[in-house]
C-alpha cells in the first residue's frame, strides 16, 4: 500500500485515500461495574468492592492522562442505584466522601478539572460539600476533564432539558436538536467516542443516553476494582482499529 502510494505520488497522482480510522479517542466514558461482584468472591461485604473501586478510579485517571486522553465520563451512582439497601447506600456515601478527600491533593496537583453530572440534591449535606470543594479547587485546570456522574440518569437529563424548555417559553418550531443539546446538565462535555462498560454486562443502564448517539462500545469482562491502565490500552487499542461512519458512506 505504502508502495503504491509513492508509485503514485512519483507520477504525480493523487494518493489513494487511506480507510478512514480514529486514531486516539480523546474522549472516553466508563460504566464502572462489578464491585459487588468482586467483593462477593471474595468473601467481603459489598462497601469492600465499592472502596477498591476508588483505587480503579484513581489508576484509570493516570492511565488516561498517560493515554492522552482529554476527557473521562464515569458513571459512580445512578438515579436508580437509590434502590439498593440503605446500608449499601450510607457506605457508599461515605466512600464517596473519603475518596473526595483524599484524591483531590493528587487530581488538584495532576491538573485534572473534576466536575459533576446529575442530581445534587439528594446527596447527603457532607458529600454536596465535597463535591463543591472538589469543582472549585480544580477549577483552573486543563490537562484532563474528569465528569463523574452521580445520581444520573440519562432520562432524567433528558427530561430535565425539556422541562426547562417549556420553563424558557421556547417556541416549538424553534426546539431542535441544538436547543436540547444545549439545555442538558453539562452541554460543554465532550462526546464520548468510546464508552467501556466493565463486568462483562452489555447495557447502557440509563448513561448518557443522548450523547452516547455514535460513540464506540466496547465491553470488557474484567471487574471494575481490577480495571487498570492495560484494559484502559486495550480498549483505545481496539477502538482505535474501528472504522466510524456516523450514518454516511
Ligand atoms: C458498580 O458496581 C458500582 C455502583 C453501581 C455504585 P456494582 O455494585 O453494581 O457491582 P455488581 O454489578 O453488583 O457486581
Ligand atoms: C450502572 O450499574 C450504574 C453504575 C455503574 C454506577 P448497575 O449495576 O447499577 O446497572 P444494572 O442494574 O446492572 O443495569
Ligand atoms: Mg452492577
Not at 57 to 74: P, Q
Not at 92 to 119: H, K, N, S
Not at 186 to 212: C, H, K, V, Y
Amino acid at each position: 500500500m505504502a508502495l503504491l502510494t509513492k508509485l503514485r505520488s512519483l507520477r504525480g497522482l493523487k494518493p489513494a485515500p487511506e480507510p478512514e480510522l480514529p486514531d486516539v479517542a480523546r474522549s472516553v466514558a466508563i460504566i464502572m461495574d462489578g464491585n459487588g461482584r468482586w467483593a462477593r468472591r471474595r468473601r467481603l461485604p459489598v462497601a469492600a468492592g465499592h472502596r477498591e473501586g476508588t483505587r480503579a478510579l484513581r489508576r484509570t485517571v493516570e492511565a488516561a492522562i498517560d493515554l492522552g486522553v482529554e476527557s473521562l465520563c464515569v458513571y459512580a451512582f445512578s438515579t436508580e442505584n437509590w434502590s439498593r439497601p440503605e446500608e449499601e447506600i450510607s457506605d457508599l456515601m461515605e466512600i464517596f466522601v473519603e475518596t473526595i478527600e483524599r484524591e483531590l491533593p493528587d487530581l488538584a496537583r495532576q491538573g485534572v478539572r473534576v466536575r459533576f453530572i446529575g442530581r445534587r440534591d439528594r446527596a447527603t449535606d457532607a458529600l454536596r460539600a465535597k463535591m463543591d470543594e472538589l469543582e472549585a479547587e480544580t477549577a483552573a485546570n486543563a490537562r484532563l476533564a474528569l465528569w463523574i456522574a452521580f445520581d444520573y440518569g440519562g432520562r432524567a437529563e433528558i427530561v430535565g432539558a425539556a422541562r426547562r424548555l417549556v420553563e424558557e417559553g421556547v417556541p416549538a418550531g424553534e426546539v431542535d436538536e441544538e436547543a436540547l443539546r444545549s439545555r442538558l446538565y453539562a452541554p460543554e462535555m465532550a462526546e464520548p467516542d468510546l464508552l467501556i462498560r466493565t463486568s462483562g454486562e452489555q447495557r447502557i443502564s440509563n448513561f448518557l443516553l443522548w450523547q452516547l448517539a455514535y460513540t464506540e462500545l466496547i465491553f470488557c469482562d474484567t471487574l471494575w476494582p481490577d480495571f487498570g491502565e492495560r484494559d484502559l490500552r486495550e480498549a483505545l487499542s481496539q477502538y482505535a482499529g474501528r472504522r466510524r461512519r456516523f450514518g454516511g458512506r
